[in-house]
């Protein structure tokens, strides 16, 4: 039987190397030969865990219902397994929920150029597997005149970008107010907290995937395959609900770089634009600049008509 | 209460009696059903990379699958209404099989389930007070109560019947009759949970129609039944138990009624999607017709189609319906036909164009097939395992010997 197809018929024969990046993003299914062929890798008995690890994963309780001790427990556990994985000392952090607090992304369609800094920064901040080639924000490529999604291009790789008569539109988890994902799924593996972000717990998640089938943005992401970590790449400071290493088998997405903005930082890919396309902050805050552009511009969401109330904007000059 | 013990003595040791063909058909199963424990014990070292779904089409053969044995599992049904409560004494003859049939489609259904699953050893996070069970807001939390129950009450009633029955009793306690009749609801409900599990979503407008659940169980009535016809066919014909041909007929009657809507449906959600075509329409048009240039499913639609129009056709002639060869290559004909419709046919293209608009091909890989064929075989096994039971005991030659002195 033949492997997942090619997927668009438009596409350019040129930069090789990238083109074929970014097009393995979502296509993890065209490596299943290629991993396969590697044996199964470091397979001791318990995973290459000590016993009382494998058991402790195993039995790990879901976040909401773990003591503070089980959590403790829990965090040092993910950093020992990314140590011997990645051979690299993360520190797994918990932090929480700031009060007062509610999470909001507006996109300034006009200045967005294509670039994908965005994309890029985030793989590198949230530990993406580089060989899965994940990544959990699209750029899509617009025609000029609509805004139809199936006239975009997720795989638009010109010489330089913009393009002429085109128009750019990244788009990610947009923590949407009225989840589908969290009510589709069967074990409360995933859900909003109170600063507005739709969380994963990945020690939780069985990988059914109903939250992939839910949501209308194509935000949540699967891992076909062991994601893979090089110990150059890796970075060490992590959020148990956000980029800390995740395993074969769960889903994940984009938690707004809950690690960084819950430490009142920018996510990574609002400080990778180059062009300021990206304002993000807190809905609450009068004084935001995001609350600025909800009162003064026109601004629209993408699939409103479905009620899922995205935390995520657009907008023009 | 020494009957309880030998019952299920005897049953093993029916079981595992019979003629060399017999055994071949099981050491057979067993060898595919192994064949396939071997592929998934590679896809759960290595993940569903080994299959060919995608972040694009994240789910494919395992849950096309699942969505077709429920409403094999489903149609049981149609044997123990007219059974019990219509007292249709040639109906009741065969309604054990059918039931023995619901018990094996819907472990098939499970099973399709768990090898689907990313993380099968966190199963448990699915029992509720242990783990965390998003019930009633998720609908495979649905699922799994509607199906684990539907698989206690069909296989309680089989075994309390049975046992009745190699004790050369009859059925007659009330209590008895109210779980039969939980069970006939019951049977609706698992196809119409396993349909709302995918017209819930909204983002995916060839599911998101209320049209979905009565598809689902019209083509379950016309899958169904075409797979009991069958195998009381060949229960006939290897067996001493002799089915009558009414209840061949009155299941006949079902299919033809049964395939006859679901066409309608089909034609129905045709109209919708094509007259005034919109982006709703792009999944249909991706099925039956290809999206830029991409179209693998396109031969297996229509191929389902033709089958299921000759097989309509084969049915309403009423000369053809009643000739047994006829019969057959219509049953075929449906379950074929219902098979590619409500599985691959409908599951696949959901997610194509994917909710970004980008069209993105699936086909299954062999560890997929494999697996697949292993959990037939599987089914395939339990029904042959209880069939051998229910024949005996109905034919009387398995009874309880009360122990001497």
Known sequence: MSKTKKTRSDERETGISRRSFIKGAGAAGSMAIAVTAVPAASAASWGGQTMKDAFGDFFQDHYKNMTPTELEQALARIERNAKRTTGVDIKCENTPPIPGVVFGYAINISKCKGYRDCVYACVEENNLGRDSQMQYIRVLEMEQGNRNLEKSDHYYDPETVPQKDKYYMPVQCMQCENPPCVKAC????????????VVIDYNWCIGCRMCMGACPYWARHFNWTEPELPTEVVNPVTHYLGNRPRMRGVTEKCHFCVQRTRKGRLPACAEACPNGARIFGNLLDPQSEIRYVLENKDVFRLKEELGTEPKMWYFSD | MMALPQFFADAIREMLRGPRRYWGWVILLVALFVHGVFYYINQMQTGLVVTGMSDQVSWGFYISNFAFFVGIAAAAVLLVIPAYIFHRKDIKHVVLLGEGMAVAAVLVAMLFVLVDLGRPERAWHFIPFI??????????????????????????????????????????????????VIAMFWAISIHTVTAFMFSSNPSRAMWHTSLLGPR???????????????TLGVISNITRYRISRTAIDTLALILTIALQISLFFVGVELFTDFYNEGQHGASIRYLFLGLEGLGSLRPWIWAALVMNLIAVTILMIHPLRRNMKWLYVACVLTFLGIWIEKGMGLIVPGFIPTTLGEVFEYSPTVTELSIALGIWSFGMLVFTLLAKLIIAVELGTLRYKKPEG
Do not use: C
């Open chain 2, 131 to 180: 783990g965390r069970f998003n019930f009633p807001n998720s609908i495979l939390a649905w699922d799994v109560i509607v199906l684990n129950g539907y698989l206690l009450l069909n296989a309680a009633i089989l075994a309390y019947v049975l046992f009745l029955h190699y004790r050369d009793r009859e059925p007659q306690s009330t209590v008895y009759m109210v779980f039969v």
């Open chain 1, 186 to 197: 069967p074990v409360e593996a995933t859900w909003k907290e109170p600063d507005g972000i």
């Open chain 2, 216 to 230: 689902f169980i019209s083509s379950a009535f016309a899958s169904g039944p075409a797979l009991i016809i069958i």
